[in-house]
Structures are given as structure tokens and as C-alpha cells.
């Protein structure tokens, strides 16, 4: 099955500062999503992005579909922005399943 | 913006009972998930279930479980006979179907087994 890959896999940052998260998958994909998970344990859905990029407030994705990644960038992180950040991915028939990555976890510290 | 609800949001149960986790899908949705997340692991795919009858399933997803619509509106994941191992973060997702749609997930249910 599909391979997906997730870098780094623990990253501490200061408040304020910028980070990027990357995801490799194995395979073509039509579905990529990007979640975070937070303390509470919810999947709260960041990005629906199968290709190209996207923005929302301080967090922004791009998924090159050609070349198989995505990156999610964070900036001006804040301690909010802790947890898991997990990428996913479903293959080209639609109506199919998410397979996760093992997940980033992003601890920010004030 | 419209919801997948789950119920409860915590579980406890001893081992060798029976557990329902139910879960009300966004209405205009065609395609339903449940995914399981171990403690501390990636969330993995369960069964998947489209136009009354299953897609896909895993091969976590053995004859332990089983999946209905009942109602048309809701949505629910069976285990018979609980075991230890199937304490997990149990997620219900739901998706319009066709090309460029997400799947849209629950808060999930905390299943514990003791």
C-alpha cells in the first residue's frame, strides 16, 4: 500500500518562531489533508490540499502532487499551536480510505 | 458549517462486553469511515462503507466488528466480546464523495477497556 512519510518527528520551538513540516508519500494521490490534533485528542482539519497552496491566517500548505510531498508551514508560532500534526492521503479512486503518517509533534514553548 | 457528530466522547467498558459507538454523519454525505487511533500511535483506517454495504475494510476490522446505517442518519461501529487491546481514540468521518471532496472527521470517541 501507500507509504507516507512525515519529517521531523518531534520539533520544539520558540514562541514567535517559524517552522515547516514535510510529508512524502509513495504513491499519486487526489486527496491530501493536512490535521492537528489537539490536547483534547480532536482532528481539527487544516488543509484540504491535493496540489498546489493554500493560506489560512499563519499557517499555509503546499503539496507538489508531481513530485509527492507537501509542506505545511507555521509562522509566528504560538503555544497554541502544540500537538501532533498529522498528514494524510487517499488514492486515486474516490470514496476511498486516509492513510496517515506517523505524525509530527510540535511542542512550542513561551 | 455542518458537523460529524460522535457519542459518547468517553467509553469505559469491561472487558468481553459489547460497545456501540455511534456517530451522525454530515446529512448530504454519501461515503462514512471509522478510523482507530492507539495511544500514542497514527490513526489507522477501519472500514469504510458506501450505499448500504461496506467498501473497504482493514484487517484490524475482523469479525469482532461490524458497521450500520440503521436509520439513514445515523452511523455506528459494533464490538462484540471487547478485548484490552481495543482501548483507542475510535473516529467517524464522512465524506460528499466524487473528486476534490475531504473527509470531514469527528471529535472522536475515547474507548476504554478494563
Known amino acids: 500500500g501507500i507509504q507516507v512519510e512525515q519529517s521531523p518527528p518531534d520539533l520544539i520551538l520558540q514562541e514567535g518562531a517559524n517552522s515547516t513540516l514535510r510529508c512524502n508519500f509513495s504513491?499519486?494521490?487526489?486527496?491530501l489533508q493536512w490535521f492537528h490534533q489537539n490536547p483534547w485528542g480532536q482532528l481539527i482539519n487544516l488543509f484540504y490540499?491535493?496540489?498546489g497552496t493554500k493560506q489560512n491566517g499563519r499557517l499555509s500548505a503546499t503539496t507538489v502532487a508531481t513530485e509527492r510531498y507537501s509542506l505545511l508551514y507555521i509562522s509566528s508560532s504560538q503555544t497554541t499551536d502544540s500537538g501532533v500534526y498529522f498528514c494524510?492521503?487517499?488514492?486515486?479512486?474516490?470514496?476511498?480510505?486516509?492513510?496517515f503518517g506517523a505524525g509530527t509533534i510540535l511542542r512550542v514553548k513561551s | 458549517e455542518p458537523e460529524v457528530t460522535q457519542t459518547p466522547s468517553h467509553q469505559v467498558t469491561q472487558m468481553g462486553q459489547e460497545v456501540i459507538l455511534r456517530c451522525v454523519p454530515i446529512s448530504n454525505h454519501l461515503y462514512f469511515y471509522w478510523y482507530r487511533q492507539i495511544l500514542g500511535q497514527k490513526v489507522e483506517f477501519l472500514v469504510s462503507f458506501y450505499n448500504n454495504e461496506i467498501s473497504e475494510k482493514s484487517e484490524i476490522f475482523d469479525d469482532q466488528f461490524s458497521v450500520e446505517r440503521p436509520d439513514g442518519s445515523n452511523f455506528t461501529l459494533k464490538i462484540r466480546s471487547t478485548k484490552l487491546e481495543d482501548s483507542a481514540m475510535y473516529f467517524c468521518?464522512?465524506?460528499?464523495?466524487?473528486?476534490?471532496?475531504?473527509?470531514?472527521f469527528g471529535d472522536g470517541t475515547r474507548l476504554s477497556i478494563l
Open positions: 494524510a492521503v487517499e488514492r486515486n479512486e474516490y470514496g476511498n480510505k486516509l492513510v
Open positions: 504513491d499519486s494521490v487526489n486527496n
Open positions: 468521518a464522512s465524506c460528499a464523495g466524487g473528486f476534490n471532496q475531504p473527509q470531514h
Open positions: 490540499i491535493p496540489s
